[in-house]
């Protein structure tokens, strides 16, 4: 699904069209959704669900264009303020529900979704059945093989796993998720040296050094399964990581990566791929409507 198309299904309600639209203008409107509703009770559970995977996306958005933090402060702000200036039952607060809820039906019928982003995305699958499934995943280079990384399970459990397969027949003994700590530092690290204009960022330039970053050990390693490993691989490892880490991922920047470092008793030790964090939270928050 086209980053249009999934603008539409997750709700975009009055977004200022054409070419001079500020990259806060979807947030601005989906954010006074979000506070009409907290005062008015406009929506049940599952629209009012939906709605925030759409402003989390909103807010994702604004800030791959370029929006800094106080201009995304300052919007959400401003639509706070335009909400708190009008009564429940003005035509405006109405029409916005409205548009909403319409947009709803349509959301609530979808199955999967993926969420582009500049390098990786992230592939959304909220359907049930008794086989594991990848519920969120990623595809990324490990070790010059394809792996997966994300969130799998079956009949509405889920874990976080890293699945991946090594040359030679080589078995990590161990793996570890590491990415920045929100505690240590100020912001992301994006590391532009170098870069042209209008250049992604390389994922291996999107975490910080040292004492900046923070790590998850995995708790468990076992055999892949076959339903969750990706065409061609024949002898996977999956490894389980705290649910602590989803938590952590889901507060990062939109524009960060994650890495998976896999360890080995051999030389080379440490075998590392890396994710893209894009909208990991709020493609989150899409799998949460299914159980609702």
Known sequence: MSRAALAGAGLSV????????????????RAFVVAADARCGLFD??????????????????????????????????ARRRASGLACTSPEVRAAA??????????????????????GEWRADRGVGARPRWRLAQTTTIGGRTGVFGLAGRDGSEALLAVAEFPNGRRPYAARLVMRDVRRTSGPVLDRRGARAGEAVPLARRLPAG?????????????????????????????????EAVAAMARLDPREAVAVEFLFSGAPETVRAYVEVGDFAAARQFLTLAAR
């Not at 009055?14 to 409107?29: C, H, K, N």
């Not at 024949?234 to 649910?243: I, N």
Request: hydrophobic residues 50%; positive net charge.
């Open 14 to 29: 009055a977004l200022a069209a054409g070419a001079a639209a500020a990259p806060t203008d979807l947030l601005r409107e």
């Open 45 to 78: 559970a599952r629209t009012a669900a939906a709605l925030a995977a759409g402003r989390a996306q909103a807010r994702n958005t604004a800030i791959r264009a370029g929006a800094s933090s106080a201009q995304i402060a300052e919007a959400e702000a401003e």
């Open 98 to 119: 409205e548009r909403v809820r319409s947009a709803h039906e349509a959301f609530a019928r979808l199955e999967r979704i993926t969420y582009p982003g500049e390098i």
């Open 211 to 243: 004492t900046g970053t923070r790590s998850f050990q995995a708790q468990a390693r076992e055999a892949a399964p076959d339903a969750l490993a990706p065409a061609g691989m024949k002898r996977g490892w999956a490894f389980r990581f705290p649910d």
